[in-house]
């Protein structure tokens, strides 16, 4: 594994020596670079690949955090209020973010990730629009789109020139990705494309790549479940003979465990939903995290894992399943 890691991280630095001269071409002192705040990791990620060293990247949220109940702390503030714009998801995902940028102070542009989408394209459950529009790498690639035109205007034309190559190398990589998922979920039998997770976050997942999704919780993890809910799935489990259900890394994982109990199918994951993973998992970047969980998805529900193959750097597959979290659920669940 660790052989592995450290080729990917060599490839990673050859193809950023490659890109437009590389970013250590760019002479700007960091007073000159903007800096852009973001609020979801998988939107830190996405700016990150995309800026490099042309911006400083600042994560309000860090691994793991869950967006939907997301307390902001007085240092938030403080970092909205000393940067040059900020990105977040919308779609009332970060329903705390307007006051933060509020009162904060001063004018910054607000990239905004949901404008990227047409609103025809976006699901919605008992009239709540679903946020979790990362889940489908296709609409993820019109995000970063959008991201990149937002972050044009805030640097010099040589930097802007990094930025739209950064951004076109990457979403060959996310076109590349968007094939190879669905490729792995059509691997899995016909009778088994069920997904069973925590709370629903899989819907565009399960749109886009042919997979059934079903949850105890609704689009939030702020929304209680009740034992009719849990009932329900054990019920789907048992008539679907679902092999596995999955729990989820952002969400207590004692629901979807009692289903597992009840119907004998293994307790799979943890997926990663609302949060990347820690990097000794390869899920720290959004390449990382949708190939954790696709190989995940495969393996429990009986389908071929073909690994992810890219011909560029950006992201870091992993072979071994995202397993690192388990022993600590499981105590929490116990």
């Known amino acids: ?50 800026g490099g060293e042309d911006v400083k990247t600042l994560g309000i949220m860090p691994l793991g955090a869950d967006p939907h109940v997301y307390q902001p702390r007085p240092g938030d503030a403080r970092v909205v209020a000393g940067s040059d714009a900020v990105v977040m998801n919308g779609l009332l995902l970060e329903g705390w973010m307007d006051s933060l940028v509020r009162h904060a102070g001063g004018e910054r542009p607000v990239i905004v990730a949901g404008d990227a989408l047409d609103e025809a394209s976006l699901l919605s459950l008992e ?10 790498v296709g609409m993820w690639r019109q995000v970063a789109a959008h991201v990149t035109d937002g972050l044009v205007p805030l640097v010099d034309d040589e930097a802007a020139d990094r ?19 669905r490729g792995q979920m059509e691997s899995i039998p016909s009778g088994r494309r069920v997904l069973i997770t925590s709370h629903d976050a899989f819907g565009y997942f ?45 969400v ?44 995940m998805i495969t393996e429990a ?9 890219v011909s560029t750097n950006l992201g870091v597959p992993v072979d071994e399943p995202a397993e690192e979290l388990l022993p600590e659920m499981e105590e929490e669940g116990a």
Not at 216 to 245: K, Y
């Open 1 to 50: 594994m660790k052989k592995q890691l450290a080729v990917w991280m060599g490839i990673l630095g050859m193809a950023s020596l490659a890109i437009v001269g590389c970013d250590r071409a760019a002479e700007e002192s960091e007073s000159d670079v903007p800096v852009v705040v973001t609020t979801t990791t998988m939107l830190e990620d996405l700016v990150r690949e995309l």
């Open 127 to 136: 009239g709540a629009v679903d946020p979790h529009v990362w889940f489908n």
């Open 163 to 181: 930025i739209r190559a950064r951004h076109a190398a990457y979403d060959e990589v996310l076109a590349g990705l968007d094939g190879w998922v």
């Open 206 to 250: 399960g749109r886009a790549y042919g997979i059934d999704v079903e949850a105890i919780q609704g689009l939030s993890t702020e929304q209680e479940a009740s034992q009719r809910d849990v009932a329900n799935i054990i019920e789907l489990v048992r008539r679907t003979n679902a092999p596995a259900v999955f729990m989820e890394s952002s």
């Open 252 to 295: 207590h994982p004692g629901l979807i465990q009692q289903v597992a109990r009840e119907t004998d199918a293994e307790a799979a994951g943890p997926l990663y939903s609302d949060s990347l993973g820690p990097e000794s998992a390869g899920a720290h970047t959004y390449v990382g995290m949708i190939h954790a969980n696709v190989r």
């Open 301 to 309: 529900l009986g389908g071929d894992y073909q690994a992810f193959e």
